[in-house]
């Protein structure tokens, strides 16, 4: 039996074998740059894992692995581009490489490239997984304009299930999808799909959860990421839309004069909006709404009706995952 770290190896391996650069060079290689960036990989591990649950053969899926994860950069490659950000994984991004221009285009290639790779193998239930991925694209691309909207809101506007929502498609949505598509390739049964989807969401849902505390209250040396990074960018998270909750009404009117107020330093914001979720305890509030995702998480995994060791890499990555907030 394999564990998780197995997975991950065989991604690593899959990557490294692959060519990307073709002509013309000044397209292929942006794509090139970004597919050896690296990253956690996680969505073509939780691929590979899920056909294997069922019995599948690793070779049948090693294309849909390349093709999950070049859709992934590709929208992190937009994603960079719309942001403005300077970096991805401690290294230039494509516009600041090679322009705006390229890296529209770039981007637009490994969409097509991904499609590309799931067509490269034969499946009886191709038209499923096409299908799949295809709405797992499209329910990203609106969570990312649901999360661009919201940048644009006042605070108040935001409710938690607003976020809650637009987190499950522009993160959860592709983690489920690829273990659906992994689950599609080895013939597995509706209902265990669907329980495995379910999985893949609340484990989707605990990541980007898990994102949010660790802007707050993440070491930066640790995680490589500026604290508060996202009260100086505005950005509508668990942290900020679950304090307006609990606020009393004057730290509510502080919150959102602090948000909605840009001319307010950066620093500051950042100092005066994390003294107010001391004051609130804000940290308990969402290491419990993480527990509960990694539990429903859980109590789908356990639902799957197969063998409970073919389960032990899926079980091994939450775990890991979960650990990430310790």
Excluded at 144 to 169: A, C, G, T
Excluded at 217 to 230: C, E, I, N, R, S
Excluded at 264 to 278: F, L, Q, S
Excluded at 283 to 303: N, S
């Amino acid at each position: 039996m394999n564990n998780i770290k197995y997975y991950l190896e065989r991604v690593a391996e899959i990557f490294a074998e692959e060519q990307f650069v073709f002509e013309p060079k000044e397209l292929y290689e942006p794509i090139d740059y970004t597919l050896r960036l690296g990253g956690k990989r996680i969505r073509p591990t939780l691929l590979l894992a899920a056909n294997a649950l069922f019995g599948g053969k690793e070779e049948e899926v090693r294309d849909a692995a390349l093709g999950i994860e070049t859709f992934h950069n590709f929208t992190l490659l937009h994603d960079d581009l719309m942001d403005r950000s300077p970096l991805r994984r401690g290294q230039p991004t494509v516009y600041t490489k090679w322009g705006d221009n390229t890296a529209i285009l770039s981007g637009d290639t490994m969409f097509a490239l991904a499609w590309r790779y799931f067509l490269r193998k034969p499946s009886p239930r191709l038209q499923e997984i096409l299908q799949c991925f295809n709405e797992t694209a499209i329910e990203v691309c609106e969570g990312q304009q649901k999360d661009m909207n919201f940048e644009r809101l006042p605070i108040e506007s935001v409710s938690i299930d607003d976020y809650m929502d637009m987190i499950r498609q522009k993160t959860a949505v592709l983690l489920a999808g690829a273990l659906k598509i992994g689950a599609l390739y080895a013939d597995a049964p509706e209902k265990e799909v669907k329980r495995l989807y379910d999985f893949g969401i609340h484990l989707g849902l605990a990541f980007q959860l898990q994102d949010d505390l660790l802007d707050g209250y993440g070491d930066t040396a640790v995680f490589g990421k500026k604290t508060g990074q996202d009260i100086r960018d505005l950005k509508k998270n668990y942290l900020i839309l679950r304090a307006l909750q609990l606020a009393t009404p004057d730290q509510r009117l502080a919150l959102a004069k602090l948000y909605n107020d840009t001319s307010v330093d950066e620093d500051n914001r950042v100092t005066k909006v994390m003294a107010i979720y001391e004051v609130l305890c804000l940290k308990p509030e969402i290491d419990k709404a993480i527990t509960k995702e990694f539990d429903l998480a859980a109590e789908a995994l356990e639902g799957i009706q197969v063998p409970e060791d073919l389960k032990t890499p899926l079980r091994e990555l939450m775990e890991s995952l979960n650990g990430r907030k310790k």
